[in-house]
């Protein structure tokens, strides 16, 4: 009679176990979701400085370029200042700026991306490692 309600708590202290483990599962997958929305955005603001610095070296005065507007259509525009830029400061809000300044608000923000992304990686392998750790005390049995 002893051993059923000592094998009733070990089910359930595994069914807790499992429970989190699975918690933990949902969790590591929305961190690996959202970071690959971060390196997706590093990598466009990355694109954008190099292009700017290009722009900055090769053009020093108006120009006529093609300006993608989707995957088979391009547009035929005049860069009339290389110089200036318009720089989206969110919420619909854009200003008129210097190409440096808009150089160095887009380095700020690759920066503040970087550190989101490692902090995002150090949060998934943590989550990783408890449920490691999870996984090892249901295969040795020592959750009894």
């Given amino acids: 009679m002893s051993s059923q309600p000592r094998e ?29 929305q971060v390196m997706a955005v590093l990598q466009e603001t990355t694109i954008t400085l190099q292009e700017l610095s290009k722009i900055e070296e090769q053009l020093k005065e108006s120009k006529e370029v093609l300006i993608p507007l989707g995957p088979m259509v391009l547009v035929r ?8 830029v318009v720089l989206n400061l969110g919420a619909g809000v854009y200003r008129d700026v210097s190409s440096s300044e808009a150089r160095a608000k887009l380095e700020e923000y690759r920066k503040e991306l970087e ?9 998934l392998a943590a ?17 009894k």
Wanted: glycine share 4%; hydrophobic share 45%; proline share 2%.
């Fill in 77 to 84: 525009a005049e860069i009339v200042d290389p110089g200036r």
């Fill in 8 to 36: 009733r708590r070990v089910s359930e202290v595994e069914a807790r176990i499992i429970a989190e483990i699975r918690v933990l599962q949902s969790y590591a997958e929305s961190i690996r979701r959202s970071l690959e």
């Fill in 115 to 123: 550190e989101t992304a490692s902090k995002m990686q150090a949060g």
């Fill in 127 to 143: 989550v990783l490692k408890r449920i490691q750790e999870l996984q090892a005390v249901l295969a040795s049995g020592s959750a």
